[in-house]
């Protein structure tokens, strides 16, 4: 288990009471499991009264949390028959965005979603879910295909937003992230986005103009990370926890304010600690919408969508 940084009282409790079972593994004649579970009790309560009351700013360290499941355990987990489709037929392959043809409980769906990566290699490989221009003109090219053979899509959003790079600049980064998000906005099928980690800046929004926009409990979604916002308002990147309350980035900020449609709860302590159960709740929640938005007409459900992003100021507005 990797602890957080506000994680660390809670790291030395629950170490403890796994150094007493160790020692009575080794000499069975210890009696310990009456210390040890008091132990365990300790610990649970202060996983309760940790994430309580979140800030913003831990919800962020939460969302970035390097267990969590990630855009690649949810395909594996969810979908079956799921065949990746690379390239943009223009430049080369982003690993960063994953994307391809599966089913969703045997309702045929294309898939597209950011990877991070999990150890050091596919870090590296998938560019630490910082996509290129390439990258969004493949989900342009992914969600054509959807359109054209009646498709709904599924979108997993987990960015710290898109690569600043050169490179990525002078192919046309910013021109391939309003593409990407015209092109959602103009598909004719449904289209349901969850934010499953980060949702950062245009990088998210690219993928996340959609029919029905969800979020995990603690995930994150905002125009910029609270370090950028820090460091662009107070020159300070440490004023970062100021920055992360005045962004309104959590879930359930944005709910509020009707930028997001529903969210998902998470296991106590986050996704990381329970894995399988958040996989689960996403599969339900995605089945449950696409359920809802396939009874809908076409031309009525991209008017819908269309008017849902016109109309999403005034909401915040008023709040």
Known sequence: MNYLE?????????????????????????????????????????????????????????ARHPDRPHCRDYIDALFTEFTPLAGDRNFADDAAILGGLARLE?????????????????????????????????????????????????????????????GAEERGQAEAIARCTQ??????????????????????VALASADRVLMLEHSVYSVISPEGCASILWK????????????????????????IDRIIPEPLGGAQRGREVTIRAVGDALKAVLKELSRRDALKLLAARRRKFLEMGSKGLAA
């Not at 045997?106 to 990877?115: A, C, H």
């Not at 449904?190 to 980690?197: D, W």
């Not at 990147?237 to 359930?252: F, G, I, V, Y």
Request: hydrophobic fraction near 40%; aromatic fraction near 4%; charge should be neutral.
């Open 6 to 62: 506000f994680e660390k009282p809670l790291a030395e409790i629950e170490g403890k009471a796994a150094e007493l079972r160790a020692m009575a593994r080794s000499s069975p004649e210890m009696d310990v499991e009456h210390e040890a579970a008091a132990l365990d009790q300790k610990a649970e309560k202060l996983l309760r009264d940790l994430y309580k009351g979140l800030t913003p700013w831990r919800k962020c360290q939460v």
């Open 106 to 166: 045997d309702r045929p769906v294309v898939v597209i979603g950011q990877e991070k990566g999990h150890d050091t290699a596919s870090r590296l490989k998938h560019n630490f879910g910082m996509a290129r221009p390439e990258g969004y003109r493949k989900a342009i090219r992914l969600m054509e295909m959807a359109d054209r053979f009646g498709l709904p899509v599924i979108t997993l959003v987990d960015t710290p937003g898109a690569y600043p790079g050169k």
């Open 183 to 204: 092109k959602c906005l103009e598909i004719k099928v449904p289209l349901v986005s969850m934010v499953i980690g980060e949702g950062g800046s245009g990088g998210a």
């Open 236 to 259: 300070d990147s440490e004023k970062m926890r100021e920055a992360a309350e005045a962004l309104r980035l959590t879930a359930q900020d944005l709910h509020r304010l009707g930028v």
